[in-house]
């Protein structure tokens, strides 16, 4: 199985601009996801698609390919999945590289791992799957404010946190997609979905001065109890 990995990278950013090439913990933090893509024994190419060429330089500094996307895939409503349909076409049409799944690893993930890609492709190979994603365990309660009144999603959950039937939650870490099926639905998602499921700590996602106080947090303690998630 030929499988392409695209990180989506706008240059415009309303909470934190250049969010992508912010440096974390010493590094530029897209080049978290590129270094772990292509240590992927799965994955056979990765390309950066971008509008922004501060972002681009980072990219191809770090042995990622580079795929400049026109301004009107790069706006906060252009949806991601027109931007890797354009990076499919894009290399189909210069060298006729055509693969059978696309996988979607956003940079704003630093902790996401090899070994997590690779499970996910495994997945939807083993599974038959037209998409996977990835997905967080939660036991906590959720419900709606309704009237000023708070209404439980599921009603008559145990009080104990460790009694609960867990839950699951997308984590936008991993998406990984046949090309027919984005092809034909214009989506990441297809009918035949199945989870990878990613501790919390590899899910976290960068959106936020707080985030990256947070993942920096997480990086040291990892390095402290001397484990890097490999």
């Not at 969010?19 to 990765?46: C, F, M, Q």
């Not at 693969?99 to 956003?106: F, G, H, K, N, S």
């Not at 499970?119 to 190979?125: D, G, P, Q």
């Not at 040291?220 to 109890?225: D, S, T, V």
Request: neutral net charge; contains cysteine; charged residues 30%.
């Amino acid at each position: 199985m030929k499988v392409l990995a695209v990180v989506p990278a706008r240059g415009g950013s309303k909470g934190i601009p250049l969010k992508n090439i912010r440096s974390l913990d010493g590094k530029p933090l897209i080049t978290y996801t590129i270094e772990e893509a292509r240590r992927s024994r799965h994955v056979d190419r990765v390309v950066v698609s971008t509008d922004s060429d501060e972002i681009a330089a980072v990219a191809r500094a770090c042995g990622a390919e580079v795929i400049m996307r026109p301004p009107a895939l790069a706006t906060d409503a252009a949806p991601t999945e027109l931007a890797l349909i354009h990076a499919l076409d894009t290399l189909k049409a210069a060298d006729g590289y055509d693969p059978d799944a696309v996988m979607t690893l956003e940079p704003t993930s630093p902790l996401r791992t090899s070994r997590l890609i690779d499970r996910c492709v495994e997945t939807l190979a083993s599974q038959n799957a037209d998409s996977v994603l990835t997905v967080t365990e939660t036991r906590e309660c959720f419900g709606r404010i309704v009237n000023g009144r708070f209404d439980y999603l599921i009603q008559n959950q145990a009080r104990r946190r460790q009694d609960r039937a867990p839950l699951y939650r997308e984590s936008s870490t991993v998406y990984l997609t046949r090309v027919k099926t984005l092809r034909d639905r214009q989506s990441v998602l297809g009918e035949r979905l199945y989870p990878v499921v990613v501790d919390p700590e590899e899910a976290i996602d960068i959106n936020s001065p707080l985030d990256f106080a947070v993942a920096e947090a997480v990086m040291r303690w990892k390095r402290k109890e001397g484990g890097t998630g490999e």
